[in-house]
């Protein structure tokens, strides 16, 4: 079975739910504390093993790329003020992964912009992690999904489930449990985006799919979906009903950083941890908590 080096993360989507700052800072590069969204996205993939990376962009979108890259300038002015411990870390950030940008050109839909990967994919199975949706675990979920795929050969959808009253907004897969572990289903139809009635399950794909390259070909021939998108779920839904899958209940807490209350969640719950903030943060919030209503 090929080993899994690649990864492609989607990060051309308008992001309207978090206008207007998306108007000018590409949601993915919103910070949590002080890294943006897209460092733990590809932080999540090295850690998994993937060694090469391309991020699907738009013309707005620069920001990432700088982040990724190294600042020769920047990096003098901190050694002239002795930081070099910055210009570590800022290295670290750098030497991650190979990381790749291309432009989608046309905000088409989430399939769209998959498709757009071809070329950089090959004839491997890939990563897909979505550029809004940052997962804190224990494993990383894209180790999580290898896993099942290495003993199974089959894509993996990374699956957790939805409240009902918020599934329309989301996809809906049909699963069955499997014998190989609780949390492992096997998935033969999937819909996105349902209608009330139109539900499988409440489970839902959540930011994380690992699939095989003949994916693309059905990309290619997909019809606009919902909302008049190309959308990645109805080509997943087809491999699915052809052949089957497998649904993958990741160990982890998911943020929907393209969204203002994930964005809030992931801060605090980051702020809470982290060396420099976590202190004073805390004790603020438990301030502020009585405050509230
Ligand atoms: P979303 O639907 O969550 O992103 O797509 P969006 O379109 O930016 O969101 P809103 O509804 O306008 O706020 C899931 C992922 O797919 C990417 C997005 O950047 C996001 O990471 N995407 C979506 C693309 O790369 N291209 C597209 O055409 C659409």
């Known amino acids: 079975m090929k080993r899994i080096t690649k990864a492609i993360i989607p990060a051309a989507g308008l992001g309207t739910r978090m206008l207007p700052i998306s108007h000018a800072v590409p949601k993915e590069m919103l910070p949590i504390v002080d890294l943006p969204a897209v460092y733990y996205l590809v932080k999540e993939a090295a850690e998994s093993g993937i060694t090469d990376i391309l991020i699907i ?17 920047y990096e003098k002015a901190l050694l002239a003020k ?51 949706d940052i ?14 795929y290495e003993k199974s050969g089959k894509c993996v959808v990374g699956v957790k489930p939805v409240a009902p009253e918020w599934i329309s907004k989301y996809s809906s897969l049909k699963v069955a449990p499997t014998a190989w572990s609780d949390t492992l289903f096997s998935c033969d139809d999937m819909i996105e985006k349902p209608k009330k009635g139109e539900e499988f399950s409440n ?47 990741f160990e982890g807490e998911r943020f929907d950083m393209g ?9 605090v719950v980051r702020g809470a941890l982290h060396s420099e903030t976590k202190e004073e943060f805390k004790a603020f919030l438990k301030a502020f908590v009585k405050t509230l209503d």
Do not use: W
Request: glycine share 8%; net charge negative; charged share 30%.
């Open 57 to 73: 962009t738009n013309r707005d979108k620069d920001a990432m790329e700088d982040f990724f890259d190294l600042s020769i300038e």
């Open 82 to 132: 002795g930081r070099e411990a910055d210009v570590k870390m800022l290295r670290e950030i750098a030497d991650l992964a190979n990381v790749y940008f291309l432009r989608q050109k046309e905000t088409k839909g989430l399939g769209h912009a998959v498709g757009r990967a071809r070329s950089f994919v090959g004839d491997e199975p890939f990563m897909v992690l979505y550029g809004d």
């Open 135 to 148: 997962i804190f675990s224990e494993t990383p979920v894209c180790r999580q999904m290898m896993d099942v």
């Open 203 to 249: 489970y839902s794909i959540l930011g994380r799919v690992l699939l095989t390259p003949d994916i693309f070909d059905i990309i290619d021939a997909l019809e606009p979906g919902a909302g008049g998108e190309y959308q990645l779920t109805d080509a997943i839904a087809k491999k699915a009903r052809t052949e089957g899958i497998l649904a993958l209940d």
């Open 259 to 267: 969204a203002k209350i994930g964005f809030l969640k992931a801060n």
